[in-house]
Nanobody, 130 residues
Framework: QLQLVESGGGLVQSGGSLRLSCTAS????????IAWFRQAPGKEREGISS????????NYRDSVKGRFTISRDSAKNTVYLQMNSLRPEDTAVYYC???????????????????????WGQGTQVTVSS
């Protein structure tokens, strides 16, 4: 089973930046569509960004569009989420998730749904102070 590990979370001031990483051991992420989710206290887990299996397409939830960037580095077997202009409302545990059965190799939904992803990391905490 694919095991994902997130890293890069931390405490940052409003307006700051963080880069989250999602890595896997034993499996190439090139065979998976990847999405980032987040869950704030007392709220449901929401999908915020996705990158297609092909890597050609990316997409974002409206609330992070223009501030967050998802990307792949095949050589490092890593998917990144660059987060800029962070806001206190971005505070959450961030998870990466993988699917090897996307609708197509170029499919990247703006609002990824939990049911479409089979493998999950343990999460990394992001806290944005005002």
């Amino acid at each position: 089973q694919l095991q994902l590990v997130e890293s890069g979370g931390g405490l940052v001031q409003s307006g700051g930046s963080l880069r989250l990483s999602c890595t896997a051991s034993g499996f190439s992420l090139d065979y998976y569509a990847i999405a980032w989710f987040r869950q704030a206290p007392g709220k449901e887990r929401e999908g915020i960004s996705s990158i297609s299996l092909s890597g050609r397409n990316t997409n974002y939830r409206d609330s992070v569009k223009g501030r967050f960037t998802i990307s792949r580095d095949s050589a490092k077997n890593t998917v990144y989420l660059q987060m800029n202009s962070l806001r206190p409302e971005d505070t959450a545990v961030y998870y990466c998730a993988a699917s090897n059965t996307p609708l197509s190799s170029d499919y990247a939904p703006p609002y990824p749904h939990r049911r479409d992803y089979d493998d999950w990391g343990q999460g990394t905490q992001v806290t944005v102070s005002s």
